[in-house]
């Protein structure tokens, strides 16, 4: 069975997902570059009942980029972002891929909110980027689940 590591910079959370990464994506959205203090958040998204937490972690709710509302997880000690959980995808958790122990498994698919993007943040090239957020009618593998 696939598992994934992390926690936070101080120690006091960690977390534990067993389950392989539905999607992996960066977005510069206002809100992730605020969470990360850089031009992008390199997230992977998992299965939300795969995740297992020792520690407390703070959640605070706010409101994306997209209009949407989530859930933002943090190390109330450190203050280390850890996840997102989107209201609207009750099933869905969007980690923070800089708090896996071991990231080198990331493979982003594409750039969300590229119309936020800055010149100095220097992505990809070759991943597709979106304006905004991905597409809902689409079929490319960044449009599942």
């Known amino acids: 069975m696939t598992c994934y590591t992390g926690g936070c910079c101080c120690g006091k959370v960690r977390y534990e997902i067993a389950a392989a990464p539905i999607r992996g994506f960066q977005c510069q959205c206002r809100d992730c570059?605020?969470?990360?203090?850089?031009?992008?958040?390199?997230?992977?998204?998992?299965p939300r009942a795969a995740l297992g937490v020792t520690g407390i972690v703070t959640e605070t709710l706010r409101t994306a980029d997209s209009g949407e509302q989530k859930l933002k997880g943090f190390c109330g000690s450190c203050g280390s972002p850890l996840y997102n959980k989107p209201l609207s995808k009750p099933d869905m958790l969007g980690v923070y891929v800089g708090t896996l122990d071991d990231p080198s498994d990331f493979?982003?698919?594409?750039v969300m909110f590229a119309s936020r993007g800055h010149a100095w943040d220097h992505l990809d090239p070759a991943l597709p980027k979106i304006p905004n957020m991905r597409p809902s009618k689409l079929s490319p593998p960044w449009t599942r689940g």
């Open 107 to 110: 493979k982003p698919e594409l």
């Open 33 to 46: 570059q605020r969470d990360t203090g850089s031009g992008h958040a390199s997230v992977m998204v998992f």
